[in-house]
Every structure is written in C-alpha cells, then in structure tokens.
C-alpha cells in the first residue's frame, strides 16, 4: 500500500497563547508532499513528509481574518526559524490491531532529533485516522515567538493524519 495526498490528507494544528494571543491565529496547516506506504517487513510502515509544503489552510481567532501576504509570510517562517527544511520521517517498527484500531510503535524524526513515538489509529471502514500531539521542544524545536514574546506558538501542536487502510 502507498499513499499521498492524492488519496488521504496530513495536517497539523498550531495553538497560540501569551498576553498578546487574541491578536494572533489557531493554524490548521496542510501537509501538501508526503508519501506513506506500508514496509517491506509485516507489521512495519513508514512516512515522509516534505517540511517546505506546508500551507496556511485556515486561521481560527485573531484580530482579523488572514490574508495570502499572511500565509506566504507565515510558510516563510516556518521554513526559515522552525523546521529549517529538516526531514520529517516517521517509521513504524511494529503495527497491531487492537480492536477497532491499530497501535503503531515508531519512531520520528523531526528537526534534526528521533525519537520514540507510538501513535494510535482508528479503522473506519477503509480509512486510518489518528491525532497525535506533540511537544515541538522533544525534537529541538523552538516554538515561534512574536511581538517581542508577547504572542507565542504553544510547544504542543496536533497533527492529524487520515490515510487509506492497507488491504
């Protein structure tokens, strides 16, 4: 099995806070170039994702609505002071079912660092669902700060991931 986003969709869910917060965006941001297929080993998968592919989807709160200047500016950033075009891979060692889903044991590497990572999917019929959060600092990252650090981008994002089941 192989998937990308022709078939299936990696998101990821950005949550500001700090004094000035109100002014700022909830991000849902678009995964656009990855590929995920199932290993050559039973019970084993990986993914990949391209770090300069995100896209702004949506902007949640702020002050006022976000405009395309704000999204190229905001991919900007995340490509320049956070990821660094740094790979993002996941590979799941160990894949089993667990009733109406699947417990997946891996690791992910991200900004440079892996680390362990066991994510937990739903079967929904011929889809896989999940959301995982994750702590930007366990990989070395340092969230974004603006407005002087009055405006911060939490440490925990969430990523979703929905893809085909393997058959």
């Known amino acids: 099995m192989e998937a990308g986003p022709h078939d299936g969709s990696l998101r990821v869910l950005t949550f500001r806070e700090g004094v000035a917060a109100r002014v700022g965006h ?3 941001l678009e995964v656009t170039r990855w590929r995920a297929a199932a290993g050559s080993a039973a019970g084993t998968g990986e993914l990949s994702a391209d770090p300069r592919s995100l896209e702004v989807r949506e902007g949640r709160g702020g002050v006022k609505p976000l405009t395309d ?6 991919g900007r950033t995340i490509d320049d ?7 993002i891979e996941y590979r799941a060692a160990a894949i089993r079912r667990e009733g109406d889903a699947l417990a997946v044991e891996g690791e992910l590497s991200l900004g440079g660092r892996t680390r362990p990572l066991d994510v937990r999917l ?7 669902a999940g959301r995982v959060t994750l702590r930007q600092s ?3 990252i340092t969230p974004y700060r ?3 650090g009055a405006l911060r981008v939490r440490d925990e994002v969430e990523v979703e991931v929905d893809l085909p089941a393997p058959r």
């Open 26 to 28: 909830d991000l849902v």
């Open 69 to 74: 200047g704000d999204r190229a500016q905001i």
């Open 81 to 87: 002071k956070v990821l660094r075009g740094q790979a």
């Open 122 to 128: 739903a079967v929904r019929g011929a889809r896989l």
């Open 138 to 140: 366990d990989w070395g």
């Open 146 to 148: 603006g407005m002087m």
